[in-house]
């Protein structure tokens, strides 16, 4: 079975850190585009990172840009985010996805995700 399992969410005061994982089962990430996206109430979903399969390029929101970075670990097939300086505007639910067609320029559109994760919940406090 195809699954992705995003994990690591929570509570967390503003200024502060977490890592989310995706980790994958029933298929190779390493033949696949990840992006994370998040999900807040009211707002529409946002692509807030990816990274490529072929050359491990990277792209960032704005909103993101130099306080979340993308990783990938291939041996144990699993994606992480790390969110640090972490704002009340960060609050939402965060998915990956991956993407067997399109680059970063693509998948972050989300409309050539082939997997979805169901998402992990990051609540940042003020």
């Known amino acids: 079975e195809v699954q992705l399992v995003e994990s690591g969410g929570g509570l967390v005061q503003a200024g502060g850190s977490l890592r989310l994982s995706c980790a994958a089962s029933?298929?190779?990430?390493?033949?696949?585009?990840i992006g994370w996206f998040r999900e807040a109430p009211g707002k529409e979903r946002e692509g807030v990172s990816c990274i490529m399969s072929s050359d491990g390029s990277t792209y960032y929101a704005d909103s993101v840009k130099g306080r979340f970075t993308i990783s990938r670990d291939n041996a144990k097939n699993t994606v992480y985010l790390q969110m640090n300086s972490l704002k009340p505007d960060d609050t939402a639910v965060y998915s990956c996805?991956?993407?067997?067609?399109?680059?970063?320029?693509?998948?972050?559109?989300?409309?050539?995700?082939?997997?979805w994760g169901k998402g992990t919940l990051v609540t940042v406090s003020s």
């Open positions: 029933g298929f190779t990430l390493d033949d696949y585009t």
């Open positions: 996805a991956v993407d067997s067609v399109s680059d970063c320029e693509g998948t972050i559109e989300g409309d050539t995700v082939d997997y």
